[in-house]
């Protein structure tokens, strides 16, 4: 009877062991072995030490990414706004940066340009249009990364009139997802933002209200201003999106 507790005991202590390491064992794979973030951490200071010691860098902890298996560090300026990059560290060493893309290469700056823009436009779009809660987007041509030099500068002030393609994205409630209405809105956001002094050369709507879908892409200042907007549309619509300007509308009012 004693051998019999003593292996049931046993084989318990065995299955808790068993059961704890399976529990640590997935902890690690989704958030990372708390040694080897510490070893991240120390390999970080030293690889900024040697390569970026000019920054003057604060450096945050190393978080795990499951999906790469590596561990990511964000480093940022003390004095530069738009001087932030992560560093990679995996299987004992650092396997990289973002410096030459994210700093170099403007897209921390594009970044926030695109997201003070975006600001600006939103509330244009409830002051003057009078949706509240829209969450407009305005993003910059994929092109001006090519040349990013010629028209950027590293922590500049935001100017509505860089001379940068701005393209806009209306996102907000509709009510009315009528050709009619996609088109009164775009032509009453588009008067709303030349009076502001905001230029896009491209105009997107994409709206989600009570089950009713819009997505419109790709008008530019030109089909606004042509007066044909709403033909535009249904031309476009009825013709599957095959042309340059896309709608897709699903729930459509009646």
């Known amino acids: 009877m004693k051998d019999a507790k003593l292996i049931l005991k046993i084989l318990t202590g065995v299955m808790a062991a068993a059961l704890l390491g399976g529990i640590l064992f997935i902890a690690s794979s989704f958030m990372g072995n708390p040694i080897t973030a510490m070893l991240a951490n120390k390999a970080v200071k030293h690889y ?10 604060e450096i945050e902890k190393a978080r795990y990414n499951f999906k790469s298996g590596s561990y990511v560090t964000m480093a940022k300026s003390k004095t530069s706004m738009d001087t932030r990059f992560a560093i990679y560290y995996r299987d004992g060493k650092i396997t990289g940066d973002t410096y030459e893309s994210n700093v170099l290469g403007m897209f921390n700056t594009l ?10 436009a939103q509330t244009i779009i409830a002051e003057e249009l009078g949706y509240k809660n829209n969450s407009t987007m305005v993003m910059y041509d994929k092109s001006v990364y090519e040349n990013a030099h010629d028209s950027l500068e590293l922590d500049m002030k935001f100017d509505k009139s860089l001379p940068i393609d701005a393209e806009v994205t209306i996102r907000l409630d509709l009510q009315d997802n009528s050709l009619e209405g996609i088109a009164k809105v775009l032509t009453d956001a588009h008067r709303a933002f030349a009076d502001n002094g905001c230029n896009f050369t491209k105009y997107a709507l994409n709206a989600e209200n009570d089950g009713m879908l819009v997505m419109v892409h790709e008008v530019t200042p030109a089909d606004i201003e042509s007066g044909e907007l709403v033909r535009l549309l249904k031309e476009s619509k009825d013709n599957g999106s095959s042309g340059r300007i896309r709608v897709f509308i699903k729930g459509e009012n009646k």
Do not use: F
């Open 111 to 120: 970044q926030r340009l695109a997201n003070e823009y975006s600001v600006i």
């Open 48 to 57: 900024v030490e040697q390569n970026y010691s000019y920054l003057d860098l």
